[in-house]
């Protein structure tokens, strides 16, 4: 008798217990959106092309949140005086400006795209930009104009149609000595312009 009640006990006891576990893992995974030293994927990037951009070196933007990247939302945390945990909770996430949880539909890419971590630079149609080619055409021909982008054809084919994020819409269309590998050369109207660019590390996405 003592014993079959104890059975019962037991097993009731084993069942909340589950229970309980199902409605804590449901509240967790609501709040997820936290990101962290360990934390993979597109939020991560993200939150990475955005440090970057902000002068927080958090390594290339390859969707790992590593040392560099817990360095760069320290250092974040720290000038814009919010808790320096190195984790991008609700505060960190809205003074960094980053949307809420991307949405998994825009993390996927379209058909026939592809999206590369590239190092860019900007550039005009000065003797500076171009030496020894000052005033030439484009490598394919096309009159120089915001939205040519120089780049190496062992990495990007010719004619590619590219989005870099911060430029807008390019077409692959320039070569240039120094563009090896990752690289871009965006065109620019202005030298300043150029300039004002600097380097940055943007996922491009390339058609
Ligand atoms: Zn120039």
Same mark, same amino acid.
């Given at each position: 008798?003592?014993?079959?009640?104890?059975?019962?006990?037991?097993?009731?006891?084993?069942?909340?217990?589950?229970?309980?576990?199902?409605?804590?893992?449901? *509240?967790?995974?609501?709040?997820?959106?936290?990101?962290?030293?360990?934390?993979?994927?597109? *939020?991560?990037?993200?939150?990475?092309?955005?440090?970057?951009?902000?002068?927080?070196?958090?390594?290339?933007?390859?969707?790992?949140?590593?040392?560099?990247?817990?360095?760069?939302?320290?250092?974040?945390?720290?000038?814009?005086?919010?808790?320096?945990?190195?984790?991008?909770?609700?505060?960190?996430?809205?003074?960094?400006?980053?949307?809420?949880?991307?949405?998994?539909?825009?993390?996927?890419?379209?058909?026939?795209?592809?999206?590369?971590?590239?190092?860019?630079?900007?550039?005009?149609?000065?003797?500076?930009?171009?030496?020894?080619?000052?005033?030439?055409?484009?490598?394919?021909?096309?009159?120089?104009?915001?939205?040519?982008?120089?780049?190496?054809?062992?990495?990007?084919?010719?004619?590619?149609?590219?989005?870099?994020?911060?430029?807008?819409?390019?077409?692959?269309?320039?070569?240039?000595?120094?563009?090896?590998?990752?690289?871009?050369?965006?065109?620019?109207?202005?030298?300043? *312009?150029?300039?004002?660019?600097?380097?940055?590390?943007?996922?491009?996405?390339?058609?």
């Amino acid at each position: 008798m003592t014993n079959i009640k104890t059975g019962i006990a037991t097993t009731l006891s084993i069942l909340v217990l589950v229970a309980m576990m199902f409605v804590l893992n449901g *509240e967790a995974m609501a709040a997820t959106n936290n990101l962290y030293w360990g934390c993979k994927g597109p *939020e991560v990037v993200q939150a990475q092309t955005v440090l970057n951009q902000k002068g927080y070196w958090a390594g290339n933007a390859d969707g790992i949140f590593g040392p560099k990247t817990y360095q760069a939302v320290v250092k974040f945390q720290r000038d814009n005086k919010l808790q320096a945990d190195g984790i991008i909770g609700p505060q960190t996430r809205k003074a960094l400006g980053l949307t809420k949880a991307a949405p998994a539909t825009a993390t996927a890419v379209s058909r026939g795209s592809r999206v590369m971590t590239m190092i860019t630079t900007g550039y005009c149609g000065c003797d500076k930009c171009n030496w020894p080619y000052g005033g030439q055409p484009s490598y394919m021909g096309l009159p120089l104009a915001p939205g040519i982008v120089a780049v190496d054809p062992n990495v990007i084919s010719m004619g590619s149609h590219l989005y870099i994020p911060g430029y807008g819409s390019g077409l692959a269309a320039d070569q240039g000595n120094a563009i090896k590998g990752n690289r871009l050369d965006l065109f620019f109207n202005t030298h300043q *312009e150029a300039l004002n660019w600097g380097i940055k590390t943007v996922n491009v996405t390339i058609w």
